[in-house]
């Protein structure tokens, strides 16, 4: 066959090639139908609050809720411009985040939880409650008003008969109060109107505040779950690839204030776990009513229930140093080479003792504290929950409060790399108090630490002299 009959020939087949794909195409309706399983499917992911402390958490991050930042609210509760959800008012690009938004990454999902709520009682253009809450950095007050403003710092209330920004309510230590903000309409409290020459108002449990035609029921006073105002932490899990301390403040039912910083042991998982185990204990424990002891022991148990589930089980622990506020003294128990401090009169004093290698070396004289260091167990630890016994924890105290008093607690992220000077220096720089514990961390950070960081921040001067 010649060059031109083999060419025709090919020519043909691939005519009769694609006649058959058309008369294919055709029996299926004449559309191409397409495998969905090629299409790709979009992941929004949805990210949490850090505990005190850094972006949204891997999954492995198992902390509760009070160890990732916000302090749990009530669930018919909301926070500050957060409407609850059970009559939301009409959506807007304006609106501030609803209850399920992620909290903007600027924020990392520290968001203090403030004494105090208002209740609606009349209008359409406010939500049924509002929740107080305190962005690091910021004053401890909430703006009311028709126009937007700042996500957690301001309400926008959608009625024409309220100003553009019509009051503001103030955090102080004698309790909140309420300022008129508007030049036109005057806020009243209880029937009795204010205005801008009026100053701050002090407001009282049940006060009702009118602006236009909405109308609130204030109520001050404190949920059992919330962080006091003076009180504060953070944690950040620097270059590890995952965050295994865990940290709270917390108002206990009874009155009493808690503390607790734990810094985990093991596998990454195990000793997130451990953690996280040991505080769940500790607070479930006291919020019961027990003591100090009693929620040691069952930290304890805890631990070594997660333990007890672990292929390598051995080495699983945590480190717990805690501070319990009962009335107007405090105590701290401490296991491990996590740190309690106190700072007053520019002073700063560990109260804790070390339970680790380098700690004991010293003491008994078989080293000095330079050979300690350079020593390949300088990290090891003597004591921690879950290896030793609960009759280990060392209890220091009772304690009196004194005023102007500052409690530090923190895992060995942030002394094992800051002095004793250098954290001193911050604690006296005039910050708010719930602002130190995230200046600390940074200062870790940017020092180099090696680890995770976790630090809580306790004034007790409104407890006692």
């Not at 304890?300 to 009335?327: D, F, I, P, S």
């Not at 128990?333 to 700063?348: C, I, K, M, Q, T």
Request: glycine share 12%; net charge negative.
């Amino acid at each position: 066959m010649t060059g031109w009959t083999w060419a025709l020939l090919l020519l043909a087949v691939a005519l009769l090639a694609g006649l058959g794909a058309w008369f294919r195409l055709r029996g299926r309706g004449g559309a191409e139908v397409r495998d969905r399983g090629s299409s790709p499917m979009l992941v929004f992911p949805v990210s949490g609050g850090s505990g005190g402390g850094g972006p949204a958490r891997p999954s492995s991050d198992r902390r509760p809720a009070e160890q990732r930042g916000t302090g749990g609210p009530p669930p018919r509760k909301a926070a500050v411009g957060i409407p609850a959800t059970r009559n939301p008012p009409p959506p807007a690009p304006a609106r501030p985040p609803s209850a399920s938004t992620p909290v903007p990454p600027e924020h990392d999902g520290t968001l203090q939880l403030l004494p105090g709520w208002l209740e609606r009682l009349a209008g359409d253009g406010a939500p049924d409650e509002i929740r107080f809450v305190r962005v690091p950095g910021s004053p401890p007050e909430i703006t009311l008003g028709r126009q937007p403003g700042p996500e957690f710092r301001h309400v926008q209330l959608r009625s024409p008969s309220v100003s553009r920004l019509h009051a503001r309510l103030c955090l102080g230590e004698s309790g909140w109060t309420i300022r008129n903000e508007s030049a036109t309409n005057p806020t009243l409290v209880n029937g009795t109107p204010i205005d801008s020459a009026s100053g701050d108002v002090p407001l009282d449990e049940g006060d009702r505040i009118d602006m236009g035609d909405i109308s609130f029921r204030f109520h001050g006073q404190r949920t059992d779950h919330s962080l006091p105002s003076r009180s504060g932490w953070h944690t950040d899990q620097g270059p590890r690839a995952v965050n295994q301390d865990a940290v709270l403040v917390r108002r206990l039912p009874d009155g009493r204030e808690l503390g607790a910083v734990c810094d985990g042991m093991g596998s990454h998982e195990a000793g997130g776990r451990a953690s996280h185990a040991a505080l769940e204990a500790l607070v479930g424990t006291l919020d019961g009513g027990g003591s100090l002891e009693e929620g040691v022991a069952a930290a304890q148990a805890a631990v070594l229930h997660v333990a007890a589930g672990e292929t390598y089980r051995e080495g699983v622990g945590t480190t717990l140093v805690a501070v319990l506020r009962e009335g107007s003294s405090y105590r701290v128990v401490n296991v491990g080479d996590s740190r309690a401090y106190r700072f007053h009169a520019d002073e700063l004093t560990q109260i804790s003792r070390d339970h680790s290698f380098v700690e004991e070396s010293v003491a008994s004289g078989r080293m000095t504290v330079e050979e300690a260091l350079r020593s390949p167990l300088r990290h090891a630890v003597t004591r921690s929950i879950g290896e030793s016994p609960a009759s280990e924890a060392e209890y220091f105290g009772p304690f009196p409060t004194r005023r102007g008093e500052i409690l530090l607690l923190s895992s060995d992220g942030l002394h094992g790399v800051l002095g004793a000077t250098d954290i001193a220096h911050i604690l006296q720089s005039g910050l708010p108090v719930p602002d130190l514990p995230r200046r600390l961390v940074k200062a870790a950070l940017d020092a180099g630490t090696r680890d995770n960081v976790a630090v809580a921040v306790l004034s007790f001067h409104d407890a006692g002299g």
